[in-house]
């Protein structure tokens, strides 16, 4: 079971919207509305931002959103901030093992 | 609230063992099936193995590259994860972090395992 497929790096401007890309098969992404999205500035521990494709955590801001379509999920921040600039990973449950995958991660920058 | 402190990393030569600890609390650990997921330095994450409540059997689960080498265990009694990693190699240097489910948000800090000669 290889990675879910994620862009390398994505970047915009102060305010603008983004869309981070997950990648995945029809044995995960594609099979299971249990896709996740995680925010990791260096040195932390991954901090949830999405989970079930588009349900955003208790005190997560409103300006991320999740969703899915066929074997491929995405993560959209609207209204980037500085803050925001920092790594991001996709996971979903799959089908066999692995029992879960990470996506390749995507460094996300505010110019 | 969830808490969870890994522990036991350090460093290690290939071929060595290590034995790391997850200490929970804020949750009823016994019935909760636990994970360890790892991120090697620079690198993406991956989920190492899975072991089951006892109620619900106790049975482990471990993805490819660890399976024979690494042994998951649980003190219901401690509240306490366990991951023992036997015939460490270069490539597993890694944060090691436990979560009772890698898709949500509780994970603890983690505990890094250098492995080097």
């Known amino acids: 079971q290889s990675a879910l497929t994620q862009p390398a790096s994505v970047s915009g401007s102060p305010g603008q919207s983004i869309t981070i890309s997950c990648t995945g098969t029809s044995s995960d992404v594609g099979a299971y509305n249990h896709v996740s999205w995680f925010q990791q500035h260096p040195g932390k521990a991954p901090k949830l931002m999405i989970f079930?494709?588009?349900n955003r955590p208790s005190g997560v801001s409103n300006r991320f959103s999740g969703s899915k379509s066929g074997n491929t999920a995405s993560l959209t921040i609207s209204g980037l901030q500085a803050e925001d600039e920092t790594d991001y990973y996709c996971s979903s449950y799959t089908s066999s093992s692995p029992l879960y995958v990470f996506g390749t991660g995507t460094k996300v920058t505010v110019l | 609230e969830v808490q969870l402190v890994e522990s036991g990393g350090g460093l290690v030569k290939p071929g060595g063992s290590l034995r790391l600890s997850c200490a929970a609390s804020?949750?009823?650990?016994?019935?909760?099936?636990m994970n360890w997921v790892r991120q090697s330095p620079g690198k993406g994450l991956e989920w190492v193995g899975r072991?089951?409540?006892?109620?619900?059997?106790?049975?482990?689960d471990y993805t490819a590259p660890v399976k024979g080498r690494f042994t998951i265990s649980r003190d219901d009694s401690r509240d306490t994860l366990f991951l023992q990693l036997n015939s460490l190699k270069t490539e597993d240097t890694a944060v090691y972090y436990c979560?009772?489910?890698?898709?949500?948000?509780?994970w603890g800090q983690g505990t890094l395992v250098t492995v080097s000669s």
């Open positions: 979560t009772p489910d890698p898709l949500k948000g509780d």
């Open positions: 804020g949750f009823t650990f016994s019935h909760a099936w």
């Open positions: 079930d494709v588009s």
């Open positions: 072991v089951k409540s006892k109620a619900d059997g106790g049975t482990t």
